[in-house]
Nanobody, 124 residues
Framework: QVQLVESGGVLVQAGGSLRLSCSAS????????IGWFRQAPGQKREFVSA????????NYAESVKGRFAISRDNAKNTLYLQMNSLKPEDTAVYYC?????????????????WGQGTQVTVSS
């Protein structure tokens, strides 16, 4: 098991930027595919982005493509989500999650370990 802790969520105005971090402990982050998911009040958890173990391949939801960028620093055991041009509809709790498999990266049931989440609020 790997323990994940998200940070960086704050209140920001529409059009602004944020960088979320996901720090891992317990096991080395390089052994895992890491994904970001988000959940808005009253809505299902949805996929945002994912990155393979080496960082070579990334996936993004259509709603964030071109605005968000996922990256990882395996030496620091940390993953990042750079969020630009934020919109009010990006408001949600953002979770990072770890999976041992590189298939089905966009599906939450592929992920075994989850962080507690960090709140991102985008005001209009």
């Amino acid at each position: 098991q790997v323990q994940l802790v998200e940070s960086g969520g704050v209140l920001v105005q529409a059009g602004g930027s944020l960088r979320l971090s996901c720090s891992a402990s317990g096991r080395t982050l390089s052994a895992y595919v890491i994904g970001w998911f988000r959940q808005a009040p009253g809505q299902k958890r949805e996929f945002v982005s994912a990155i393979t173990r080496s960082g070579v391949r990334t996936n993004y939801a259509e709603s964030v493509k071109g605005r968000f960028a996922i990256s990882r620093d395996n030496a620091k055991n940390t993953l990042y989500l750079q969020m630009n041009s934020l919109k009010p509809e990006d408001t949600a709790v953002y979770y990072c999650a770890a999976a041992p498999r590189e298939n089905r990266m966009g599906y939450s049931d592929n992920y075994d370990d989850w962080g507690q989440g960090t709140q991102v609020t985008v005001s209009s």
